[in-house]
């Protein structure tokens, strides 16, 4: 049987999942539970895992330009683009940024870069339902994302304790985050909108005392003991693992007060630098998945500045975090990366803007096993096509959760019993790998 080309309907992006929200997810989940697929093999038990990576996803989303960021043109080329950001020489000899980026640029020997991504959706939304999942939204059937994913086939980083800290596997910063599919409430993303400010919802309702709490779960919970389908179990789940985070120790991770002022100014005081830190104190925690948000990289007028003070903000908070992630043994297992949904045209529109371009743009990573100061890929001289070694959004993915310990062709099974592969068709890319 030939796997389904399945995945429709990118909804909405996630409305939050709130800790106290989790108590109230049953009845809304149960019903939209039954009007999709069961996936009885996809929540099986297993042993936990021993494999310590995580993924810090820095999503700029709208699209940032490629050839001002991480596949720079030549003076003389760059002229005619209307370029005005242009190469300069990393540490790594031929290897060059944009210049906007000088933070990067200074530990470019750390960094890898795509540069021959090719997506398959001119349009937003659907380019990120593509790039977040792999899949393209063609069938009935909702994939989760990236970070679900990683949630729910690693679960939590034990970190060498002996408990589990209760931290969330998938943290949101800046935006709602993108869909848990198939994988249920568990896996959906907790979400930060400020990270100067810890997750809402996480203490008891005003009059509710510790004890009525625990009175009014276990109630629930009796309630709910004759079933055992995999919606319920779905739903437990997902409860139990708010709950664990209400009560951790560990919520301090949450909490950038701790950060020194010398710390927090290195990142950037905007709202993307300070994600950034929040990503490194949470995966220095134990948490899985962290997405940090810059929005706003759809330009289609006013290119200058407004997208270059975005990269600005990127550089700041990208580069910090590489340095501090190395500097605390973090580095090796942690990946770092750096894309959108797609690129921008090469050529600056009537609008002094540019529009939207997945015909040839980048991405960078760094850490958790991706070869440092390496390019992989190129684009023509005048940005219009890949020049050699193109990657698609499933090649991508495939390579990335191979990279952590995910098998990419791992399948699922709907309530037909059809194959649902975890990832589309895609080749792990070996040369990008140490």
């Not at 059937?141 to 949630?151: E, K, N, R, T, Y």
């Amino acid at each position: 049987m030939q796997h389904s080309k399945h995945h429709q309907g990118h909804a909405s992006p996630l409305t939050m999942m709130t800790r106290r929200g989790a108590m109230k997810v049953s009845v809304a989940t149960a019903l939209g539970a039954t009007l999709g697929p069961t996936l009885p093999s996809a929540f099986a038990a297993g042993k936990p895992s021993t494999n310590e990576k995580s993924v810090i996803l820095l999503w700029l989303e709208g699209g940032p330009f490629q050839h001002e960021s991480f596949d720079p043109k030549e003076h003389r080329q760059a002229d005619k683009m209307g370029i005005q950001y242009k190469a300069i020489q990393t540490a790594v000899p031929g290897y060059r940024f944009a210049s906007c980026l000088q933070q990067l640029t200074k530990i470019g020997g750390r960094i890898t870069s795509i540069r021959s991504m090719v997506g398959s959706e001119m349009e937003h939304t659907l380019a990120q339902y593509h790039a977040q999942t792999g899949w393209r939204n063609t069938g009935s059937i909702q994939a989760p994302a990236l970070g679900s994913i990683v949630s729910h086939e690693l679960g939590s980083v034990r970190m060498k304790r002996a408990k589990p800290t209760g931290l969330p596997g998938y943290v949101s910063i800046g935006r709602d985050g993108y869909s848990s599919g198939y994988f249920g409430p568990e896996h959906k993303p907790t979400v930060v909108w400020d990270p100067n400010s810890p997750p809402e919802n996480l203490g008891l309702p005003r009059g509710v005392s510790p004890a009525v709490f625990d009175r009014r779960l276990q109630l629930l919970q009796n309630v709910e003991s004759a079933r055992s389908d995999v919606v319920a179990r779905q739903i437990r789940n997902g409860r139990e693992s708010a709950v664990r985070f209400m009560r951790s120790k560990e919520r301090v991770a949450f909490d950038l007060s701790k950060e020194s002022d010398k710390t927090r100014d290195a990142y950037g005081r905007c709202r993307f630098g300070q994600g950034c830190l929040l990503a490194r104190r949470l995966v220095e925690s134990g948490v899985r998945f962290v997405q940090v948000t810059s929005e706003n990289f759809d330009q289609h007028d006013k290119h200058y500045p407004r997208q270059i003070d975005l990269f600005e903000q990127l550089d700041h908070g990208m580069a910090r975090l590489i340095v501090e992630l190395e500097e605390r043994g973090l580095l090796d297992n942690t990946i770092v990366v750096a894309m959108g949904e797609f690129g921008r045209t090469p050529k600056m529109n009537k609008n002094a803007g540019r529009d939207h371009w997945p015909n040839g743009y980048s991405i960078a990573l760094a850490g958790g096993g991706f070869k440092p100061g390496y390019a992989y890929g190129s684009t023509t001289d005048d940005g219009q096509s890949v020049k050699d070694n193109p990657v698609s959004i499933p090649d991508f993915m495939a390579t990335l959760v191979h990279s952590i310990g995910i098998d990419p062709d791992k399948e699922y099974h709907d309530q037909f019993k059809r194959p649902i592969k975890l990832v589309d068709d895609g080749k792990v890319i070996r040369d990008l790998l140490v």
